[in-house]
C-alpha cells in the first residue's frame, strides 16, 4: 500500500500519534464512532473493526499523520481510505454462480438455487430502498443544495465528482455535507425502520 509522502519533519512520530489519540476529548470519540458508523457501509467492515484498524495503523506508523492535522481529521481520513479500499475489493472480487451439468446456470432446488432470494422478495427491497431515498429527500425539499448533495451520496457519488455536481467551493461543501448527515441522523436516530 502506497503512503502519501510526508517529509518526516512534516509527520508525527508513532508515538506522538499514540499520545494523541489517548488524549482525544470525549468530544473527538464521539466523533470518530460516529465517523466510522457513517463509513462502514457498502461492503466495508464493521464500525468497531475499521476504528481498530485505524488506529493500528496510525500508532504503528504505517499512515503517516501530518503536524498540522488534529489526530480526529487523520483518524477519519484513515477509516475513509481503509473502507474506500474494502468497498473496492468487494467490487473486483469474482462473483460465483452454479452451473448445472448442462452447462447452464441451476434453475432448480436441486439444481442449487438459493430459495431464500425470491423476486418478490427483491421487489419488497426495491420499494424499500425508494422509500427511503424519498424520506430522506424530503428533508431537503426547500434546499437545492443539499437536495442535490443529499441525492448524489444516495446514489453513492463522493469526493470531488460529487464536490463538482454541488458546486460549491471545499469549505461550503463540507459545511454543506455535515449539514446533511446531521439532519439525516436527527430524522433516523435508531437507523431506518419501515
Known sequence: M???SVPAEAALSATEVADGIRCLSDADILRFKRASQYLSYGGAR???DLRNEAIRRAADGTRKCPRNLPIVVFLFGVMRS???ADRKAI???PTLTVVSKGGSAASTLLDGVDPRRSPEDLI???EQVGELKRRVLDLFKNDLV???LAEGL???????ELKELVGLSDREFATKRRFVRRRIDKAFPNGWKR
Open 82 to 84: 481503509i473502507a474506500s
Open 154 to 160: 444516495v446514489d453513492g457519488i463522493e469526493g470531488r
Open 46 to 48: 464493521p464500525p468497531a
Open 146 to 148: 443539499a437536495h442535490t
Open 91 to 93: 467490487r473486483r472480487a
Open 2 to 4: 502506497a503512503t502519501p
Open 124 to 126: 419488497i427491497q426495491e
